[in-house]
């Protein structure tokens, strides 16, 4: 089945200033959408497993102030990314040493494809253009947002 970024995200999934300010509650406020909108069936198991996640690998924060946690759930319904800005930023470990202020957050059904590295993979590649996270910066709006990534991001 050929996905599309729509099939993945929607604007209800896009927070353009999550009120969290701390990784573990950035967490949880970006699985809140993915829960309000059908893609996660049970909100505490998949953030544990998304923070269990975040642990093992010791973070997904990367250069460039961008953070892409993300796990495999029994939680989740529907491959999903819920996308939020924060300023001045989280620190979400990994190889950065500066704070994240795009977060992407990956939610994939166990026993699914590949879609989650797949969807890894072309974010990574798309983020390390300043354009692009430019573009993600100056949004004015979830459509805009939206627009951005159906622009840049193929699957």
Known sequence: MDLTIDDV??????????????RDAAIAE???RL???????DRDTYVNDVLERER????TGMEM???I???????VTNASVAFARTNPGIDFGGDS??????????????GGDDLHIRLLSRLSRRLIHESFRQKLYDASSSD???ETLREEVTL
């Open 65 to 67: 102030g961008v953070a």
């Open 30 to 32: 970006m699985a809140d």
């Open 56 to 59: 093992e690998g010791g973070g």
């Open 97 to 110: 040493e500066q704070p994240s202020t795009l977060v992407f957050l990956i939610a994939a059904p166990v």
């Open 144 to 146: 805009e947002v939206m």
């Open 69 to 75: 946690p993300h796990a495999k759930s029994e939680a």
């Open 35 to 41: 829960v309000a909108q059908g893609r996660v069936s």
């Open 9 to 22: 995200i929607t604007p209800d999934l896009i927070i353009l200033d999550l009120e969290a300010t701390e």
